[in-house]
């Protein structure tokens, strides 16, 4: 195998996935798989264009870009996706964590950052990601994280070690839970699965063909299948003041939140995300301070 410098190595890697994915998309990935194998920066690879890139390094690159270009998702790749400024754990077992959903965390931070002690839910909590976050954003909170998936709690097991956070998990159906005999929840939150059956036509395959589709769909004539038992399940669970966010699917907001007045929730209403789609929804506690 002749040899390769960084410059003539990067260019190559960037032409292969450029045949695959947008130019700015080929750019940011071949930055990515650089970055991740070898520590490189943008500025390094201009600066040490001519350092000689072994053939053990180059066959990492290659199967790297060949698993791209195979539709499979860089974070499972590497096993981790940014979030919220935390690397988080990832595996095929919990979906890859949405910038949207940083903005639902950014949400709670900003209400409730300036309260100690709060006693937080996070419901189908996947890799753990929404839960890791505010326990790391908020002042001494009390974090719980249930999944259905043996995998998500596993991963999200290891994200609170990794990221030295405290966050009580649980394995349990969210459809079947039990309210507490008493109000115990400042805080619940979930991003549960919300996606349409009929939606999966139009979604890429690096989703469609890796990530959980448990974590992902519901059925077209029962779109609402989480945000009932969710519902009446936070009515019960939440204390005075104590407040319900959700992530959803825009094409739901009427419904939902028509549903979360019926089981009894108050002050019910849709937020935007950055893209001008309603993509959280927010209730209150029908307890008062």
Known sequence: M?????????????????????ADEAL????????ELRGYTPVDIVLRKDTIISDFTRQRIDEVVNRLLADEPLQYIFGKARFYGLDIIVSPDVLIPRPETEELVDLIIKEWGDR???????????????????????KFPVVEGVDI???AIEIARKNAESLKVKVNLRLEDVLAMVPPKDPQYDIIVSNPPYVLSKEAA????NVLNHEPHIALFVPDDDPLKFYKP????????????????????PLEVEPLCELLRS?????????????????????KSPLYD
Do not use: W
């Not at 996935?17 to 947008?22: D, R, S």
């Not at 709060?118 to 890799?127: A, E, M, N, R």
């Open 230 to 249: 969710i519902g009446n399940y936070a009515v019960k669970a939440l204390l005075p003041g104590g407040k319900l966010y959700l992530e959803i699917n």
């Open 28 to 35: 940011s990935l071949a930055r990515a798989i650089y970055a």
């Open 116 to 138: 100690a002690d709060l006693h937080v839910l996070d419901l189908c909590t996947g890799s753990g990601c929404i839960a890791m976050a505010l326990a790391r954003g908020l």
């Open 2 to 22: 002749a040899d390769m410098t960084l410059q003539e190595s990067f260019a190559a890697t960037r032409q292969a996935l450029a045949g695959h994915f947008p």
């Open 202 to 205: 139009d979604m890429e395959p």
């Open 149 to 151: 998936s043996p995998g």
């Open 263 to 283: 089981v009894g929730l108050d002050d019910v209403h849709s937020v935007a995300d950055m893209t001008g789609k309603q993509r959280f929804v927010i209730a």
